[in-house]
T-cell receptor, first 114, second 113 residues
């Protein structure tokens, strides 16, 4: 158990809809990261938050947004969903937002767009 | 452009023997490297890491070697156990002010009893 909690585990919805994925980091971790894993690709970095502030952005679509709340949990919002958004979405956390330290991952949310 | 490459999609090893998983990278600015293990329906689990100022790091049965001139790292598992069967991802941190990781596409290790 990594200590990172993601909900829900599975989400099935239709094209055009909007969903929210939730992540609670490990106790004491201030930084949260979101990654996407599609069928034909490895883990792709989406976005990072540190103590409530956006720290870095990867190839995140404009239809996607995220935030980190004062209690340090984070939400990833995906809107105007398309078939290609079907993927596993992982959240990870680390103690701080920089430097050489490992990230610890949750078990992911599997999003299926019908 | 794949900056972190794992060229072997799969590897099969006998129990008790050594497993060697390889990873190549292209960006010389990468300064921290990690290996993760992933079982189906679970998230990646951190195994071991190495800073670019070192060439070897050991933790129990797991050893990571870094060859900066060749931009190559490898993970050695000795002895291999059936429970080690999983997908192994290599990742690199590009340093700077963030801690974002760039992952390889993974190698599926099967340890045969």
């Amino acid at each position: 158990d990594s200590g990172v909690t993601q909900t829900p585990k599975h989400l099935i919805t239709a094209t055009g809809q909007r969903v929210t994925l939730r992540c609670s980091p490990r106790s004491g971790d201030l930084s949260v990261y979101w990654y996407q894993q599609s069928l034909d690709q490895g883990l792709q970095f989406l976005i990072q938050y540190y103590n409530g502030e956006e720290r870095a952005k990867g190839n995140i679509l404009e239809r996607f947004s995220a935030q980190q709340f004062p209690d340090l949990h984070s939400e990833l919002n995906l809107s105007s969903l398309e078939l290609g958004d079907s993927a596993l979405y992982f959240c990870a956390s680390s103690v701080s937002g920089s430097g050489n330290q490992p990230q610890h991952f949750g078990d992911g949310t599997r999003l299926s767009i019908l | 452009d794949q900056q972190v490459k794992q060229n072997s999609p799969s590897l099969s090893v006998q129990e008790g023997r050594i497993s060697i998983l390889n990873c190549d990278y292209t960006n010389s600015m990468f300064d921290y490297f990690l290996w993760y293990k992933k079982y189906p329906a679970e998230g990646p689990t951190f195994l071991i890491s190495i800073s670019s100022i070192k060439d070897k790091n050991e933790d129990g049965r797991f050893t990571v070697f870094l060859n900066k001139s060749a931009k190559h790292l490898s993970l050695h598992i000795v002895p291999s156990q059936p429970g080690d069967s999983a997908v192994y991802f290599c990742a690199a941190n590009d340093g700077g002010a963030t801690n974002k990781l760039i992952f390889g596409t993974g190698t599926l290790l099967a340890v045969q009893p």
